[in-house]
């Protein structure tokens, strides 16, 4: 068992005002699936980018934030679930006042890898 107070928090890779915890990992010997938890600040972003071998599940804690999946975008808030397909191009953007939090469940596979996509990020809805 793991308290989330007690997991670091580190700057997610080429995102702004966005952060990471590894809740559950391989180091935790978790046999097939890996639970991750995001805070996205306010003004903060992850751009665009795809994981072409994993679907991923994401469930929202906290807040109300963009969300881009493929050629659509939604806007997500607490209790809201989603489900990326594997490949599908994705990004999030906080436009709000308060801090947005999001659970975020993928298979434990090697080979997982993030391609991040080189474009502008769409306007706000």
């Known amino acids: 068992m793991k308290r989330s107070a007690t997991v670091a928090e580190e700057p997610v890779e080429r995102a702004e005002a966005t952060f990471i915890q590894w809740l559950i990992d ?15 600040r306010p003004g903060g972003r992850i751009p665009p980018h795809t994981h072409p071998e994993i679907e991923h599940i994401q469930y929202v804690l906290k807040g109300k934030y963009r969300v ?5 975008e939604v806007i997500v808030s607490a209790g809201d679930a989603l489900l990326i397909p594997a490949g ?15 659970l975020c469940i993928i ?4 080979g997982y890898r993030t391609v991040w996509v080189n474009e502008q990020p769409p306007r706000s809805c």
């Open 26 to 40: 391989r180091r935790d010997g978790a046999p097939n699936f890996e639970l991750r938890k995001f805070r996205i």
């Open 107 to 110: 298979p434990r596979k090697d």
């Open 68 to 72: 881009r999946l493929g050629e659509k």
């Open 88 to 102: 599908t191009v994705h990004a999030y953007y906080n436009d709000g006042n308060e801090d947005a939090e999001f």
